[in-house]
């Protein structure tokens, strides 16, 4: 895909020059996910929803965020395919791991409450969280794994913001604090060696 290369090495280029720029694939103009008047699912979603199975056999219902995710990411339009049987569990239901409130859609646990996949969002990947382009994916996944994190990441992904934050969504474009930020993020936390490990009481057996 030519277009998608040229895309990611322009990306790349313009990300380390502007603050402005973000991650390289998703449509800036919107409209390759959403239809205003010809939606094919949820969220006037511009893509039909892909049906097919997660990882334990169970069913993808197309009002799912990830069958629509899987709209484009499926090994038939090629577009960086996803197969859920072996992936990170994704369109269940939480049992055993607490995830935060505003990551969840509708009681599941869905491809967005990793991604957010908006053009607004810089981080690597589409992440929820800055993860320094990949390398303190760690703190990524302390949000939801403290029990098995690392103190000092620990302490850093207490302190990250996500994308989704209603407090960040609200906040305008200039006040909030600039995506180039990717590496000073986790220089705002204070060096680990500053600082107590906050260590959770006890946290829930997972
Ligand atoms: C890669 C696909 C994709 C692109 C590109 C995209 N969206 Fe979305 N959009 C989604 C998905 C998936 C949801 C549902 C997300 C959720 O629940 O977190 C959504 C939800 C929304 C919502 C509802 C948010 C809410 O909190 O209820 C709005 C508004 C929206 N998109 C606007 C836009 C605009 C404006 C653009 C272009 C700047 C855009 N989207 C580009 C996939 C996309
Ligand atoms: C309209 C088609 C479409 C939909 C729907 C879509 N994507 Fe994508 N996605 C793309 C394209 C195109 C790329 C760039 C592919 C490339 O660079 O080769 C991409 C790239 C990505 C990447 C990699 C970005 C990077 O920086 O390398 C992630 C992560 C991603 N998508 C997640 C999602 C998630 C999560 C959803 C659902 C919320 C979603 N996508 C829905 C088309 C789509
Ligand atoms: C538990 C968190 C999590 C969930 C849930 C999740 N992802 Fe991801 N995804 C990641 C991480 C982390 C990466 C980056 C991996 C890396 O580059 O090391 C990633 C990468 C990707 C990429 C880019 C892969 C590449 O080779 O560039 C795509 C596309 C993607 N995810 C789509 C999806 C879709 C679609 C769903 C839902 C069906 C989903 N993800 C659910 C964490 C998640
Ligand atoms: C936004 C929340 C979230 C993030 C971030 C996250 N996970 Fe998870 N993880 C979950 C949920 C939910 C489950 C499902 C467990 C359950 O049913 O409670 C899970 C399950 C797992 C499992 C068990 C899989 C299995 O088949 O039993 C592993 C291993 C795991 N996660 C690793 C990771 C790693 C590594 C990262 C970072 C790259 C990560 N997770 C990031 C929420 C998350």
Redesign the pocket.
């Known amino acids: 895909m030519k277009w998608a290369l040229a895309g990611r090495l322009a990306a790349g280029l313009v990300l380390a020059l502007a603050p402005a720029a973000f991650a390289a694939g ?5 409209k ?3 239809s205003v008047h010809n939606a094919k699912g949820a ?1 006037i979603f511009s893509v039909q929803p892909f049906s097919g199975q997660t990882a334990t056999g169970a069913a993808i219902k197309p009002d799912q ?1 990830d069958a ?2 899987l709209g484009c990411h499926n090994e038939e339009t090629g577009i960086i395919p996803i197969d859920l049987k072996h992936s990170h569990p994704t369109g269940v239901q939480p049992g055993r791991i607490k995830v935060p409130d505003k990551l969840m ?1 509708n009681g599941l646990f869905t491809c ?1 409450g990793c991604h957010d ?3 607004s969002n810089a981080n690597y990947k589409y992440l929820i969280v800055d993860t320094n382009e990949g390398k303190d994916m760690g703190v990524f996944c302390a949000k939801c794994h403290p029990a098995q994190s690392d103190p000092d990441v620990l302490a850093k992904a207490e302190k990250a913001s996500v994308t ?1 934050d209603p407090a960040q969504l609200s906040k305008p474009a200039s006040a909030a604090p600039a995506p180039a930020a990717a590496p000073a993020a986790t220089a705002t936390a204070p060096a680990a060696a500053d600082q107590k490990p906050v260590i959770k009481p006890a946290p829930k057996k997972q």
């Open positions: 998703h449509d800036i103009d919107c390759d996910c959403h969220f965020i629509l995710c859609r967005v996949p908006h053009p989704a």
